[in-house]
């Protein structure tokens, strides 16, 4: 059974710092994909950003230039560095990973942590 943990959430004033982990546990041997998702109050999902294999492939418009993802392929673990904070990114942030193939298992699927919640306020 694989799951997703996130870590990191808090309450920070504008302008700060949080940075997120999420850890895949469970007999994986491979994940393509991992990105995170948020949604705030009344708003749809919204992808943040999204890592494939080392190679950054996304960040929504609103925090480029604020987040940077990364990844640790060895330990299953992506982060989420959020700096230059905003109010608007408020939410509760969830972790997604893609494509994860577990041992003796012949195709991916994908999987969600159960979200962890950022606050940005004065």
């Known amino acids: 059974q694989v799951q997703l943990v996130e870590s990191g959430g808090g309450l920070v004033q504008p302008g700060g710092s949080l940075r997120l982990s999420c850890l895949a546990s469970g007999s994986i041997s491979r994940i393509n994909a991992m990105g995170w998702y948020r949604q705030a109050p009344g708003r749809e999902r919204e992808l943040v950003a999204d890592i494939t294999s080392g190679v950054v492939t996304y960040y929504v418009e609103s925090v480029k230039g604020r987040f940077a993802i990364s990844r640790d392929n060895a330990k299953n673990t992506v982060h989420l560095q959020m700096d230059s904070l905003k109010p608007e990114d408020t939410a509760v942030y969830y972790c997604?990973?893609?494509?994860?193939?577990?041992?003796?298992?012949?195709?991916?699927?994908?999987?969600w942590g159960k979200g962890t919640l950022v606050t940005v306020s004065s």
């Open positions: 997604n990973a893609r494509g994860v193939y577990t041992v003796g298992s012949w195709y991916g699927r994908e999987y």
